[in-house]
DNA sequence: AATATATATGAACACATGAACATATGAATG
DNA sequence: CATTCATATGTTCATGTGTTCATATATATT
């Protein structure tokens, strides 16, 4: 059976997750971005950013939080690589930095809906 | 191009994740169950338990932890419904109860090895 | 039944985390 | 350069989390 490029990758994958537990280091990263995505508000504003960049004020009142609530979880996934920032005159653009934000996430939701 | 069976549940998550930021009820979900995966030693459980089914004993002896630490991390992946377990006379064997537990991991991994 | 072994659980403690609030910074505009 | 608007940051506080220690439960063995 033919596989996309997709499963591909997860073939290579496959093979470093054969028997033996990693070291630290590996999983330490690892528990490290889950605990990012591990936060209501943050998958909000993943979510938020997924077909478009937005600046914080329209963020902020599009979850209906404070624009320091919002400002201080942009800095947690921007230092994550999670989202990049672009700034425009007064305004500060966010929108995500990753391609794997979204299929990590459609990953979960999968898993949560079965 | 064809897609395999992995990418056709995807392309049906990605209809879910269009435009608007769902209920909180699917977002809380999501990053509660982030969480259970944001834990070092819970990560390194689950990878001790892809291959094979273990006792509590030899998980704690394995990745050098004590009993009691690893039954009570134990607990938390049984009540996430991650793992399930039997037991057997005295000794209580678990095992990975989801098949996605290593697809959500595979996809963190491809995205810190890039 | 008494004991040994394997696992589970409860309480306590140290530490991490997220939001609120106040304030600082940076950019545009008069 | 003073003001305004948008965003960032530092501090504080309440809450959550993971481990340890002590102890309880469960099963097997004698």
Redesign the interface.
């Known amino acids: 059976?033919?596989?996309?490029e997709?499963?591909q990758?997860?073939m290579q994958?496959?093979e470093?997750?054969?028997?033996e537990?990693?070291d630290?280091e590996?999983?330490?990263?690892?528990?490290?971005?889950?605990?990012v995505?591990?936060?209501?508000t943050?998958?909000?504003i993943l979510?938020?950013l997924?077909?478009k960049e937005m600046c914080v004020y329209d963020i902020a009142e599009?979850?209906s939080m404070s624009q320091s609530a919002i400002s201080h979880q942009l800095k947690t996934l921007r230092q994550a690589r999670l989202i990049k920032s672009r700034r425009d005159g007064k305004n500060a653009f966010y929108s995500i930095d990753?391609d794997?934000?979204?299929?990590?996430?459609?990953?979960?939701?999968?898993?949560?809906e079965?």
Request: with cysteine.
């Open positions: 059976m033919d596989m996309c997709s499963c990758y997860n994958v496959i470093k997750i054969k028997n537990v990693p630290n590996l999983t330490t990263k690892l528990a490290d971005m889950f605990k995505f591990g936060d209501n943050r998958i909000r979510w938020t997924f077909d599009k979850l990753d794997h934000v979204k299929k990590i996430i459609e990953q979960m939701v999968i898993h949560i079965e």
